[in-house]
């Protein structure tokens, strides 16, 4: 089936970017519904810490999982699972047949990533991975469970299990990955949790409008001159010192210094470069993006633990692709928040550090399309000499536009605009946009990890030669030290919010 | 006069086609000749603006999640 885009609407059902904005505007809408009194998000399903030999004595579901609110408290913590996996299976499923996506292989795949997140998500909560040794909310699980050793990972260990979990099936049970990668669709399940970030912005903004908005904005400027620094040094390094071909130099330089894959893509689109350039290109981008995420959250937590913006925002402009980025801002912000706790007693907010790693994303994310606009008229004028024949449709800078960006400022704007025209309201509200910012973000996040790990294939790295050399080198050499710089220039001296 | 075409590739081949002609070519640019000779031949305008619409569905189905849309161009053929 033809796949065009040719007008402004064109997509809207069938993409997954779209289909990220419809469902977690959907979510947010729910969540609202708090105002009224009517908790329509409380039933979705919550891991709680827990010890291994209490469960082995006792068995219970409860010692394992909650609701999310305590209207539902009657619902067997089982069932509310059960809901969870029915509700989540239902609208992804109908995404899924829009999207023309085999349905019967969909439902199967997204099954087995749902019960294996869940299970992974379970067991990362096992107090001895997760409970950290102070005081939070009144509880100090790791004293109150008589622990006598722990890693003490907070959120992290759920994470980086479902990342391992993904990884173990993407590289070892190639064909089980085959079988269920119809639903492993980390982009989509990212960006729908970055859209219900959008609630967390706008509660943070209640906070700390000040801090926010210096956050947002020292956010666009560092995406912007790490931007304009990367990609003119990786292409002249590219051609000068690999000798790749321009429309090579030019992909690789977009995949390794903007967005990954989406960058490389809309970069070849933008210099009409064979469709072979992206794809190969964007199989190395995935691998080397899982490298970053494995190693640049412990490796800035422990080398930097009194600066995490500047941790976070660096991780933003690093890490390519969305998901991959997503989820080493939230193992960043986890481990970060739990060494802080440990170090000092003091519980950073969560959040903070996950929204400076993403801010500064969104906004390279944004560029992507103007940038790609700017190149394609470049190369006419300079590289093809076509000026005067061929002409750029204005319209190329809105197909390539993030959709999920405009859901996310949406969400942003309105919940901020509800808190502060309506204050009666603030603590309604709260209910349910804590609940969908909280577990239904989370749930979102935990399916990504799992699934980037389903559909990254370290095998493909072979017979990548030149390639994979420069983009480790521009990686790790270049984009990592300055991304770093510039983070540090730009968010110097900001801090989370301590939580209460 | 305005002509849409549906443009394409498979392996190192550039396709391009709509109702009634297909079109192979190694380079973007020889598919511009043979395009702009078949509209000499079958058309009598002297001035045609074809819009080349991009099909993403040969796009391999896992990338298609990181970037939907490959490139849309538009050409003026003065024949």
């Known amino acids: 089936m033809k796949q065009l885009n040719k007008k402004w609407y064109s997509g809207m059902l069938h993409t997954e970017d779209w289909w990220s904005a419809w469902l977690g505007l959907f979510f947010f809408i729910l969540g609202l519904l708090s105002i009224w009194g009517l908790d329509a998000v409380g039933w979705i399903a919550k891991p709680k810490t827990w010890e291994f030999s209490l469960l082995v004595n006792d068995f219970s579901w409860s010692q394992l999982l909650k609701t999310s609110s305590k209207t539902y408290h009657d619902l067997h913590p089982f069932m509310s699972l059960m809901l969870t996996y029915l509700i989540f299976l239902t609208l992804t499923t109908i995404g899924a047949y829009y999207q023309k996506l085999n349905v019967k292989r969909f439902i199967i795949g997204f099954t087995a990533v749902f019960f294996l997140t869940w299970a992974s998500w379970i067991i990362g909560h096992e107090a001895h991975l997760s409970a950290v040794d102070a005081v939070v909310k009144n509880h100090n699980y790791y004293k109150e469970l008589n622990l006598t050793w722990g890693l003490q990972l907070g959120g992290g260990a759920s994470y980086m299990l479902a990342l391992i979990i993904g990884l173990v099936i993407g590289n070892f049970f190639k064909k089980f990955a085959q079988k269920i990668s119809e639903a492993a669709k980390p982009e989509w399940f990212i960006k729908t949790g970055i859209v219900l970030l959008g609630i967390k912005l706008g509660m943070m903004v209640l906070k700390s409008a000040g801090k926010t908005f210096e956050l947002t904005l020292a956010g666009a400027a560092a995406a912007f001159v790490a931007y304009l620094l990367f990609w003119p040094i990786i292409y002249y390094i590219g051609r000068k010192f690999f000798k790749l071909n321009r429309s090579s130099a030019a992909v690789l330089s977009s995949g390794i210094s903007i967005c990954g894959v989406s960058a490389s893509i809309a970069t070849a689109g933008a210099i009409k470069a064979k469709p072979l350039i992206p794809i190969a290109v964007s199989t190395l981008i995935l691998v080397f993006a899982m490298f970053e995420l494995l190693i640049l959250p412990p490796l800035y937590t422990n080398l930097a633990p009194n600066a995490p913006i500047v941790n976070g925002a660096a991780m933003g402009m690093t890490v390519k692709t969305d998901g991959a980025d997503a989820a080493a801002g939230a193992i960043l912000d986890e481990l970060m928040i739990s060494k802080h706790l440990k170090q000092t007693g003091e519980k950073w907010e969560e959040g903070w550090i996950l929204s400076a790693a993403i801010l500064t994303k969104v906004w390279i994310d944004i560029f992507i399309g103007i940038w790609s606009f700017v190149l394609a008229v470049v190369w006419i004028k300079n590289v093809e000499n076509k000026e005067g024949k061929e002409k750029i449709p204005k319209s190329e800078i809105w197909f390539r536009f993030p959709k999920f960006v405009l859901a996310y400022l949406l969400v942003w704007v309105l919940y901020m605009l509800i808190m502060y025209a309506f204050p009666d309201i603030i603590h309604n509200a709260k209910i349910g946009g804590n609940i969908v910012q909280g577990s239904f973000r989370k749930l979102m996040f935990m399916l990504t990890f799992l699934s980037i790990g389903i559909i990254t294939d370290f095998s493909k790295l072979k017979g990548m030669g030149r390639l994979a050399l420069l983009y480790a080198i521009g990686l790790f050499v270049i984009i990592a030290p300055i991304a770093y710089v510039v983070a540090y220039l730009f968010h110097n001296g900001m801090m989370p919010v301590v939580a209460h | ?79």
């Not at chain 2, 009634?20 to 395009?35: T, V």
């Not at chain 2, 509209?39 to 298609?64: G, I, Y």
């Open chain 2, 1 to 79: 006069m305005q002509i849409d075409l549906t443009l394409s590739f498979d392996q190192f081949k550039w396709i391009c086609y709509h109702k009634k002609a297909r079109f192979e070519a190694d380079s973007l640019e020889d598919l511009d000749l043979q395009i702009k000779k078949y509209l000499s031949d079958t058309t009598n305008s002297k001035r045609v603006e074809a819009r080349f619409l991009f099909d993403f569905d040969k796009f391999p189905t896992w990338m298609r999640q990181y970037m939907p849309h490959y490139f849309n161009k538009n050409i003026i053929y003065n024949l």
